[in-house]
């Protein structure tokens, strides 16, 4: 199968992304689109980045075979261990590259926005090591739920502004970043937090992630004596880590399956829809409207999904199935007893999904993405599951 891997001039993969912005913004993403190219293309902002992807991320992330949990299931299971990464997850790949490249732009300064809390500390974590200012924005709503990562960011010297529009959540802290931006676009680069949005976001950010995937395909091949996976399973929120190991494989003959909660299974349930600057799938109601999306893992709260994810569905390419909570909570802790890693609840999903389909895929060997660790989910596994 012939599958794009790089958007056309237009800024989509087949029918979807784009670049669906005011017009006040179409310079900026312009300009963004020539200075991340340029980037992408220089040796030497290549080399800086590879730096400190080694020297402070602690690139490259490993690979464990979970030799337990694989016998349990009648799989080979491989992780790709990004929850190894400086700050616990695969979203440092991006904010590193992003800030790098603000820099480079002459910008002093970074927006963002963020859900959970995640992307907001990791963007405030970059800042702070390359000397930028950072606004983070974040729904009122969802600063309540995770005052921890709100003084997280504070602690690094960002500045966390509550989105008091619309449902308070993610969705309107994205529109309030863009907004943000827009007013300031001389002085500031938007720091986006998955391969959403307009174009070039969502290929600028899956380029940045694609680590991900080349020191798995490498690593795998070592593994398995020049083979490929059978099967390569991410969760799916925005679709950042998923798309970022799939790029690894994409031209193989490994099945590539991204898991959605089924609270918020854009691909699965969702229509084509324009939001936050991209036509995707997306889950709204009988009027357009965009529907609220609920998990019990906030990080993956997002009611749409990045556009490559859609144009993989579109031509089979990819297979976005979902799970409900409480097969996440059962994937969460089969993997702390049998392999001593406790996940975040979003790569729970991954794990949930594995488990649901072991039954078919036994003998195979399975590569599943490790997105991020569990501490953050610590706490509110124990309200659920009970302190004993
Ligand atoms: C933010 C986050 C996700 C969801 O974002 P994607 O862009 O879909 O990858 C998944 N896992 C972890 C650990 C996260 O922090």
């Known amino acids: 199968m012939s599958v794009m891997q790089t958007p056309g001039a237009d800024g989509r993969f087949g029918q979807f992304g784009g670049q669906y912005v005011p017009e006040t913004l179409v310079p900026a993403c312009q300009e963004l689109e020539r200075a991340f190219s340029e980037a992408w293309n220089d040796a030497l902002f290549r080399e800086e980045l590879n730096h400190l992807l080694k020297t402070y991320a602690g690139r490259p992330s490993i690979l464990t075979e979970c030799h337990n949990l694989g016998r349990e299931l009648g799989i080979r299971l491989f992780l790709k261990r990004e929850d190894l990464n400086h700050t616990g997850s695969h979203k440092i790949n991006n904010v590193l590259g992003q800030a790098l490249l603000a820099k480079r732009m002459g910008k002093k300064r ?3 926005e963020t859900g959970a809390g995640q992307h907001g500390v990791a963007s405030a974590t970059a800042a702070a090591l390359l000397g930028l200012e950072c606004k983070v924005f974040m729904g009122a709503v969802d600063m309540e739920r995770q005052e921890l990562n ?5 602690l690094l010297g960002a500045e966390v502004v509550p989105a008091q529009s619309g449902s308070r ?3 309107d802290a994205v529109n309030e970043a863009m907004r943000d931006w827009v007013a300031t676009v001389e002085s500031t680069h938007y720091c986006l937090g998955s391969v959403m949005g307009p174009h070039p976001y969502p290929y600028m950010v899956r380029q940045f ?3 991900i995937g080349d020191e798995a395909r490498e690593q795998c091949r070592e593994a398995l004596g020049g083979d490929d ?7 799916v929120g925005g679709g950042s880590n998923a798309i970022g190991i799939f790029s690894g494989f994409v031209d193989t003959r490994a099945r590539l399956i991204g898991v959605e909660p089924a609270g918020g299974a854009a691909v699965g349930r969702g229509v084509p829809g324009v939001v936050h ?17 609920h998990s019990i893992s906030a990080g993956l709260d997002y009611p749409g999904v990045g556009p490559e994810h859609s144009y993989l569905s579109e031509i089979g390419r990819a297979e976005y199935p979902s799970v409900t909570d409480t097969e996440v909570i059962d994937g969460f802790t089969l993997l702390a007893r049998s392999e001593g890693i406790i996940p975040a609840l979003e790569c729970a999903h991954a794990l949930a999904w594995i488990k649901r389909a072991a039954p ?3 003998g195979q060997v399975v590569l599943m993405n490790l997105s991020g660790r569990g501490d953050k989910d610590v706490a509110q596994m124990m309200d659920v599951l009970g302190k004993s």
């Open 110 to 112: 970074i927006v963002a």
């Open 150 to 154: 709100v003084f997280r960011m504070r």
């Open 169 to 171: 959540t993610l969705k």
């Open 209 to 211: 992630h694609r680590v």
């Open 229 to 235: 996976p059978d099967v390569v399973v991410a969760c």
């Open 277 to 293: 600057g991209m036509k995707s799938y997306l889950m709204q109601d009988e009027v357009g409207q965009v529907q609220e999306a």
């Open 360 to 362: 078919e895929m036994q």
